[in-house]
């Protein structure tokens, strides 16, 4: 064998046991430092958050997350419109077969990234503005190839 993989190894060896054997662990009793609120208690509302829609560890959103989530959904939809292309044609082939989805997923790919396109272009211009879906996506899934995430 090699003699500084032999140094190597011993070396990494003495370092895990000289570590081991100064860990010490205590077990310590912890306490809560924020009182619970009584069941009868409201918390206060700010106008500055909304309700979202999406299902994650964050329900509620500031209305500045909400814009700028409003802006980069336009701008991922501008950049990715012809994504849709691809994406219709392996969609259309998985349900079909794969000679209907080259011809079938092309119309549907171009129909779709059109309207991605249309809509990317209009949640840029009006990112500030809450518009009749309250920062909502005008077109699901928010963004393209969003339903191979989940």
Not at 4 to 31: D, H, M, N, R, Y
Not at 94 to 117: D, E, F, H, M, Q
Not at 129 to 135: A, C, E, R, V
Request: some cysteine; aromatic content about 10%.
């Amino acid at each position: 064998m090699n003699l500084k993989f032999i140094s190597g190894t011993l070396i990494l060896l003495a370092w895990a046991v000289c570590v081991q054997a100064t860990e010490v662990t205590v077990p310590v009793k912890v306490t809560p430092v924020i009182p619970a609120l009584p069941v009868d208690a409201t918390v206060p509302h700010d106008d500055n958050f909304y309700t979202s829609s999406t299902k994650g560890p964050f329900y509620d959103q500031s209305l500045h997350e909400l814009k700028a989530r409003k802006l980069a959904r336009g701008v991922a939809n501008v950049t990715l419109c012809v994504a849709e292309i691809p994406n219709q044609m392996f969609q259309e082939a998985y349900k079909t077969s794969p000679v209907s989805g080259a011809v079938v997923g092309i119309w549907l790919g171009v129909k779709k990234g059109s309207a991605r396109l249309a809509i990317g272009l209009w949640e840029i211009a009006t990112f500030y503005h809450p518009g009749k879906n309250n920062y909502q996506p005008y077109i699901e899934p928010e963004v393209v190839f969003e339903e191979y995430l989940r």
